[in-house]
């Protein structure tokens, strides 16, 4: 979707219009689920998790404070969901091994699913964000209510740690 498009749709939405809010969500509803369930692996939690972004959003969106900032808006919403989630169940992260399917060589893919699942959820949120969703590390920035260096910190740091354990990996082997 165009971003004249888009500013267009908010502003109806804003209004209280369900036709443009629908329109908004659908247009990232795959990349807003994809990304969820990198974060909860579970497509229980992951349903739950968009519902209550939608509900979320539709409630809030007179809060939105920049109309062309609704992608990154609804991406905060859900993480904030994720995260809610996650403390509810408690749960540990864990990458199942359809987690990467974007990676071509299935070898591969399943060894680096490994590798990320082992990182921390500080550094995994960054690799998942920038390598899989398409975030640019401004955009993760603001998802992340961190500063951009804390950002290209984190990716580099995550990178550090992937290359150390492949490395591992190999030579186990």
């Known amino acids: 979707m165009d971003k004249k498009r888009e500013i267009y749709l908010v502003k109806k939405a804003r209004k209280k219009n369900g036709d443009a809010f ?6 990232y ?3 807003l689920y994809n990304s969820a369930y990198k974060i909860l692996l579970n497509n ?13 959003a539709w409630l809030n969106i007179k ?4 109309n ?5 808006w609804m991406f905060k919403i859900m993480i904030n969901k994720a995260n809610d989630i996650l403390r509810k169940n408690k749960k540990i992260i864990d990458f199942n091994k359809n987690g990467f399917e974007s990676i071509s060589e299935p ?3 399943i060894e680096m699913y490994e590798q990320i699942s082992n990182l921390s ?4 949120i960054p690799i998942v964000f920038y390598y899989y969703s398409g975030f640019s590390i401004t955009e993760i920035a603001d998802l992340t209510n961190t500063s951009s260096n804390t ?5 580099a740091r995550a990178r550090g740690k992937l290359k150390i354990q492949m490395e591992d990996d190999s030579y186990e082997r």
């Open 22 to 27: 629908c329109e908004l969500t659908k247009s």
């Open 151 to 155: 950002v290209k910190t984190r990716l």
């Open 68 to 72: 062309s900032a609704f992608k990154s």
């Open 29 to 31: 509803e795959k990349i």
């Open 107 to 109: 070898s591969y893919s």
């Open 63 to 66: 809060k939105l404070k920049d």
């Open 44 to 56: 229980d939690d992951v349903l739950d998790c968009l519902q209550d972004t939608q509900i979320s």
């Open 121 to 124: 959820e500080l550094y995994r």
